[in-house]
């Protein structure tokens, strides 16, 4: 007899338990919308279902609940005692991110696989070369699904779309299960960790001894029970070296809501998803699994299925893909709790490895280029489905009388997209087959980076350092921390991937340097304080914290930034053992140059005076980046500056300087970005120079001005609330010096929803993002993860 629900900790795992059951009890229901028919799935209460061995190996009352609609198929429920049904309407991979052709659909999922390869490559060094896991185990919704649904609906004689033809034409020839034309990303992923296809728990009577999965079509995030009543049972050393996906989990969710819900509404159970995908992953990391996969949600507001059923009149309410708006923003709220949510469950089991896989850049990138990765512009329309503008109608779905499906691609144009797939399959394994294995981070900056320096320079008395007062701090820390930002800055989200602490002030009395210091000081400059104050100018700093004097401050530390401190303290500093000190070490070198310019422009200096000095400003930062390679750095980010004319505070008080005029396509002022823009072109040169001079060394360019123009140009893409959201504070009156962050009644708005956050300084939103891309790319070169 098939063994029913959750096997995981069955006989063909690890012999622990075993659950045999008798066919479940089944009603029917009618609803109203749109002619929806609910099938109730219930175990027996009445004794027909039965534990083999131990009532613990799995939850009484399980109800599992499906639903069918018009040609929508599944929803999944695990409800403990329960009958309440909660109806969602479930987006088919097939119908999602599709062109003019199936085969498109599988060199989507192929370009989706490798991205999430991508983000876990890194974390597989364990086992040897060619299978470095043992086994793949599956959660999720129809993304993920490789057959459970079609099994269920087969046994009761309910008619299944993705039963039918032409699911499964491109690769198997036949359907299998699969909601799409061919394999999905699960498969792909098998196929290149050198595992089988994992098995669809309730279509496989063999061993799962190389995984299984789980995942079932509709299924959604809630509730949590069902997860918190799994058993703990000792298969540690097989989920050693097993990879575990979590999802993706939320699209159903929230996309049924949304027919009896505005957004707004929707997000408010937001973090009750998070929540218990968060549950769910640390449920199997106390059951021994290592590797965990958490996987995003997709752009939502994409979906052929929610542009064909929730049109508007509003050309505002769409983007300039043809994404829907609010929809799109969900998928990035729900994203960014999510990351939140990886980062702490990283940070409390630290020998785990918790992954977060983005599932919404990749689709976002092809719907907004197409021909670049081999797609048809008409990259909206669903490519199996029946008519109209996107090829999605509730009466001819996919698999039903009606529909129709596209021909595959000619055989040219697939052995282009293979090329590009395989370039860029070569180009992950080159940035992120390694494991981080810094030991420690060397930080110098100015306020972007500093975690607290200018606040101990100022003193706790201070009335005038505002940095020091609420609300900064308030997001992440809850209290003001001595950074400038609501929140974290991009220094703290490197350190929490690289899976290292928040590093410490290097004034701080009283801390452990051996895991990483910060030196940056806000107000630093690349040039010397002498510069400013003998040319009279009266917005410099009041101490002494330029690079040099950071310099300074690290040769005076340095003996205790090593593990073995002997062979340091003593005159051989720059010799090969003291070198040796820093090869693990990521030194960071950023951002530099923003305060240079800020100084010159508000004394009254003309734009193209200011630009005269952008050569000797890079001059510094790079002297002082070889100084460091010198010291036995072998590895070293150097950041770029933000666009200057980007900056609310620049805005209001630099426009009549600079003339005014404004970027059409981001509404900065456009002769302060051309010093940006100078600055970081000359920087990256004399970078890429520097880089060559010294084998051996990784000289990485960090860019800082490229997401900023990114949040301006598509601010709803990235969860900002439009042109407000990226040239507007979040804390502060709006220009008025008299009502600056951290005064007395100035408030916060909302962060999140705010690249700046008072006016001059990142939101922790914008610094999640940024970070991001420094460490995965693309906006750092090469990507941070990707060098040791």
Sequence with gaps: MRQAGFGLLGSRFCGCCDFRGSRPMISLIFHPFCGLWFVILARSSGGGAHLSQNEDCFANNIVLKYLICKPLILTF????????????????????????????????????????????AENVSALPAGRRYEAIFSFGDSFADTGNDIVVLAEHSIFNPAAAPPYGMTFFGHPTGRNSNGRLIIDFIAEDLGLPFVPPFLAHNGSFRQGANFAVAGAFARSASFYSNLPIVECRGFFHKSLFFMGEYGVNDYSFSVFGMNVSEIRLFVPDVINTISMAAERIIKQGGKSVVMPGIPPLGCSPTNLALLPSDDPNNYDATGCLKQLNDLSVYHNSLL??????????????????????????????????????????RCCCGGGGKYNFNMSAGCGMPGSTEQKPSDEATMRRAVLRLQIFLLLCSFCYSIQSNYTSILSFGDSYTDTGNLAILYGPASTDFLISKPPYGMTFFGHPTGRASDGRLVIDFIAEALGLPLLPPSLAANKSFTQGVNFATGGATALNRTFFVDRGFKAVSP?????????????????????????????????????????????????????????????????????????????????ATEKLINEGAKTVVVSGIAPLGCAPANLAFLSNQTGGELEPNTGCLKDLNLVSKDHNQQLRRALMLLGGRYPGVQVIYADFYAPIIDFAVSPDRYGFNGTDGVLRASCGGGGDLTALCGMPGVSAGNPSAHVSWDGVHLTEAANHFIADGWLRGPYAHPPILGTY
């Excluded at 479930?90 to 696989?113: R, V």
């Excluded at 990351?339 to 990138?365: C, G, H, L, S, W």
């Excluded at 422009?601 to 050569?615: A, F, I, N, Q």
């Design 77 to 120: 429920s695990n409800i403990l005692g329960s009958r309440n049904f909660f109806p969602i309407r479930l987006l088919h991979p097939a119908s999602f991110d599709s062109e003019a052709s199936p085969t498109a659909m599988m060199k989507l999922l192929c370009f989706l696989s490798v991205l999430l390869l991508a983000s876990v």
């Design 339 to 380: 990351q939140e949510a990886v980062n702490k469950v990283q940070t409390k089991y630290p020998n785990v490895r918790v992954i977060y896989a983005d599932f919404y850049t990749p689709v976002m990138d092809i719907i907004e280029c197409p021909d670049k990765l081999g797609f048809t512009k008409d990259i909206l």
């Design 543 to 623: 101490f002494n914290v330029s690079i040099s004097f950071q310099l300074g401050w690290f040769d005076s530390v340095k003996p205790s930034l090593c593990n073995s401190t002997q062979d340091c303290i003593h005159v051989l500093l720059s010799s090969v053992e003291c070198k040796e000190c820093f090869a693990k070490t990521l030194f960071f070198v950023g951002e530099l140059g923003w305060n240079d310019y800020a100084i010159m422009l508000l004394g009254g200096t003309s734009v193209d005076e200011v630009r005269s000095h952008v050569p000797e400003i890079v001059k510094s930062i790079c002297a």
